[in-house]
């Protein structure tokens, strides 16, 4: 199994990007996929989660409405961020957990499967 991560890069203060998340080798057709991200020097926190059917979302209160979380598939998940804030930056992951029809949790170790991460810099 593999998630696959992309779309990071380096942007201006109040720009956007767009990151994108490939699953394969199984389908997570039942499962949550999330976003979390680790800024520098400091732990893994949780960005964003959807739910298997996309029904449901769960976003981190620092997001503050400038982040989309979206499913674009079974197997592929997206980030927009909007409004980009130097303190944005980090690595970014792609998750999903192993169990079906399961809650969107914030917990890193709720999650079973884990991509390579995607560097956002957010220059001021």
């Known amino acids: 199994v593999q998630l696959q991560a992309s779309g990071g890069g380096l942007v201006q203060a109040g720009g956007s990007l767009r990151l994108s998340c490939a699953a394969s080798g199984r389908t997570f057709s039942k499962n949550v996929m999330a976003w979390f991200r680790q800024p520098p020097g400091k732990e893994c926190e949780f960005v964003a989660g959807?739910?298997?059917?996309?029904?449901?979302v769960r976003y981190a209160d620092s997001i503050e409405g400038r982040f989309a979380i979206s499913r674009d598939n079974e197997n592929t998940v997206s980030l927009e961020m909007n409004s980009l804030k130097p303190e944005d930056t980090a690595v970014y992951y792609c998750?999903?957990?192993?169990?079906?029809?399961?809650?969107?949790?914030?917990?890193?170790?709720?999650?079973?499967?884990w991509g390579q991460g995607t560097l956002v810099t957010v220059s001021s």
């Open positions: 998750a999903a957990d192993g169990l079906s029809y399961g809650l969107i949790y914030t917990g890193e170790k709720e999650y079973m499967y």
């Open positions: 959807v739910s298997w059917r996309a029904s449901a």
